[in-house]
């Protein structure tokens, strides 16, 4: 026991120096949660403004200019060209000079009086006359955020169009946002980013870790010696649980101070959840090296985790809203249990205990990874 | 063990093997080997490139399963004792095998960590080998930087950093110049006379001769084992010295006489080896219509190259 310990301990010393050689690896630790932060926290954001949108102004009048205002006013689009026809319109969404263009017909001022929300008494007794909107949207649909986000537009209050007080009718539901009440996607985003940064890094360093020594002949000396696969395996992933820790701290310690990210949880709880997935996902890619014959194939498999990590891990987009089939895909990958145990943890203070079949989860697929990859790992050449 | 009948059995021997057969699938590496290595003695494989030198040693430390047959290294039975055997025995790479990105005594280090060497063995026995090697004044160089020599050496120290009884040398000079290999097997003999069993795999024949025994083997079989001098006297051809001017015409005329086994030029001789059998083989190459009269034919002493040639039919890669 104390000399397998010693082994374990040589194995974990000498990766330690290797990785202090290797500066492209060294920097590779601090640079991808650093820059990956940066640029996601910033670059994704569900909430769309200024949109670049058209008009096509059939009325031409004082009313029709005030509407324009009005939804400009908004924040969520911005009118960035005029056009006199709906053919030049269309061929702009065509081009993609805009994304949508607002229509005003000739009669716009006729049908706001009429229109049932601007509040001029009871509507006559024409039904299709009261119906009917005041101007119509043409929407590049493809991209179904910025379409949801010009839909939001269809019930805008039109009161202040005509300088009467607003008359806002009471909703159906009263709606409480906890945990991120302001709606920055960025508070989301940032737990959820813990979770892609250390699959790619645990993964792709541990994947390439046992593959390496082959590659460079060393493991032909190593087979030789008292040395047991597991005590390899152990010795291998051990400095890489402190560097996922530490690149834990760069994500989420930036997060807090750069983009307010709440930190609402415990330090310790955040500790637990942390070190079971890395752990899970340095045995993951201890799997793949057992399989991959070079680096480059461990390279290929870590992207072919990756992918799925980031896209069907409730990192992007909602578990709730994947068919069922990708929703058990996503059940496989540890990314998606440690995503919701990060979010619970890190946003709503939850105990990992109290999510106990994510964490026992993680265990297990831990377990049962450093026993397939112990057992793939052959001592012998044959 | 000692009451033990088959390990007394096996006490004058570091290597007992018997009918060792090695497939890979149709292919046979190793077939039907005998052998028996005597204790501190240096026992050597000679073969060209493919002839089952590297798996034979593999079979013999245990990294691979004989398909069939009995092997016995320093009393333990493989595979199923191989991992006790593992902490009596040395191993050295064809190809050098440590870490290029740490220094001579980071790569000593690790090496002693994993053979359980405590903090204070390690530090004696680091510097006795770096000295021993001639190894300290590099001992802060990085491995990779190191020059084909250097590295060997730092080899040799990494496999007997635990005293292994036993030293298995897979063709352990083929990235060394002359002088290095000298040094080398002077090493060895240190070594050797120290108590240590060494096992050394090699195509040249400088070092072959170097060995108290020697197996040639060819295609997985050994064709002879024995010291390389009886080797050389009991072999079964002679070999005739031939000089003359048209070397390469004569050696495709002779070659085509049955009793001529093969011929090699060598700068302006010709060494042709003749059957045993053939008792006048001067008179009979003499009768050829390709030498003249005036050429010059004697029987020479034979070398361990002419053993070699005899004894596949061929010559070394």
């Keep these: 026991m104390k000399t397998s310990l010693l082994r374990i301990q040589a194995i974990v010393i000498k990766e330690l120096l290797q990785l202090s050689r290797d500066k492209m690896t060294f920097g590779m630790v601090i640079m991808i949660p650093l820059v990956q932060l940066l640029l996601f926290a910033f670059a994704i954001n569900t909430n769309v403004r200024d949109i670049p949108v058209g008009v096509v102004d059939h009325s031409q009048t004082s009313l029709s200019r005030v509407l324009q205002q009005t939804v400009s006013a908004t924040g969520i689009v911005s009118f960035t060209h005029s056009y006199h026809s709906v053919q030049s319109a269309q061929k702009a969404i065509d081009n993609s000079e805009v994304r949508a263009v607002l229509i005003i017909p000739q009669d716009v001022s006729q049908r706001l009086v009429r229109h049932p929300s601007v509040g001029f008494g009871l509507p006559p007794s024409s039904k299709q006359e009261t119906s009917r909107p005041i101007a119509q949207w043409l929407v590049d649909g493809s991209d179904t955020v910025i379409a949801g986000a010009i839909k939001g537009l269809r019930n805008m209050p039109l009161a202040e169009l005509l300088d009467k007080p607003a008359n806002r009718s009471t909703p159906t539901f009263e709606v409480t946002l906890l945990y991120n009440p302001e709606q920055r996607s960025v508070v989301n985003i940032v737990p959820g980013l813990v979770a892609v940064i250390l699959t790619m890094t645990m993964i792709m360093f541990t994947s390439a870790a046992i593959v390496r020594e082959q590659e460079r002949g060393n493991m032909e000396m190593l087979i030789t010696t008292p040395l047991a696969s597991i005590e390899l395996m152990i010795g291998k992933i051990f400095p890489y649980i402190f560097i996922g820790v530490i690149q834990v701290s760069i994500i989420l310690g930036l997060g807090y101070w750069l983009f307010n990210v709440p930190f609402n949880g415990g330090l310790a709880q955040l500790a637990l959840a942390t070190l079971l997935f890395i752990c899970a996902s340095l045995v993951l890619g201890l799997v793949i090296s057992t399989i991959a014959k070079s680096q480059l194939q461990s390279m290929q498999m870590t992207v072919f985790i990756l992918l799925p990590s980031i896209l069907l891990s409730g990192f992007m987009f909602p578990y709730e809203g994947m068919p069922l089939p990708a929703q058990y895909i996503a059940e496989a990958l540890p990314a998606t249990h440690f995503i919701r145990l990060i979010r619970g943890v890190v946003l709503r203070d939850v105990a990992v205990v109290e999510m106990s079949f994510d964490m026992l989860w993680l265990i297990a697929f831990t377990c049962f990874g450093l026993l397939v990859a112990a057992l793939r790992f052959k001592k012998t050449l044959d | ?317």
Excluded at chain 2, 90 to 115: A, C, H, P
């Design chain 2, 1 to 317: 063990m000692s009451t033990d009948f088959h390990s007394t059995e096996h006490d004058e021997f570091a290597i007992n093997a018997e009918k060792l057969c090695k497939n890979f699938g149709a292919l046979t590496a190793v077939s039907s080997l005998d052998l028996k290595v005597e204790k501190q003695t240096i026992y050597g494989f000679l073969g060209p490139n493919g002839s089952g030198k590297t798996t034979a040693i593999r079979l013999l430390t245990g990294l691979l399963k004989p398909t069939s047959g009995q092997v016995n290294v320093l009393g333990c039975h493989l595979p199923q004792e191989a991992n006790k055997l593992r902490l009596k025995i040395g191993y050295m790479t064809q190809k050098f095998s440590l870490y290029d990105d740490l220094t001579v005594k980071e790569n000593l280090q690790f090496i002693s960590r994993i053979y359980g060497l405590t903090a204070n063995e390690q530090k004696s026995r680091l510097s006795e080998l770096l000295s021993t090697h001639q190894l300290t004044q590099q001992s802060q160089q990085l491995a990779g930087s190191m020059s084909g020599g250097q590295k060997q050496r730092l080899a040799l120290a990494a496999a007997v950093i635990h005293k292994p009884k036993l030293l298995f040398l897979d063709e352990p000079t083929s990235a060394v110049d002359p002088q290095n290999r000298r040094e080398f097997w002077e090493q060895l003999f240190d070594l050797c006379d120290q108590g240590t069993t060494i096992l050394v795999s090699t195509h040249y024949m400088d070092e072959a001769e170097r060995c108290h025994k020697l197996a040639i083997l060819e295609n997985g079989i050994k064709r002879a084992d024995d010291s390389p001098q009886a080797l050389m006297n009991n072999m079964t051809t002679q070999v005739v010295e031939i000089s003359a001017n048209n070397l390469r015409h004569i050696k495709d005329n002779l070659i085509k006489l049955p009793q001529v086994i093969s011929a090699a030029q060598l700068g302006t001789h010709l060494r042709v080896l003749v059957n045993k059998n053939e008792s006048q083989p001067i008179a009979l190459l003499q009768q050829q219509p390709c030498l003249k009269p005036s050429d010059k034919l004697a029987i020479v002493r034979p070398s361990l190259e002419d053993v070699f040639v005899s004894c596949t039919g061929q010559g070394v890669a």
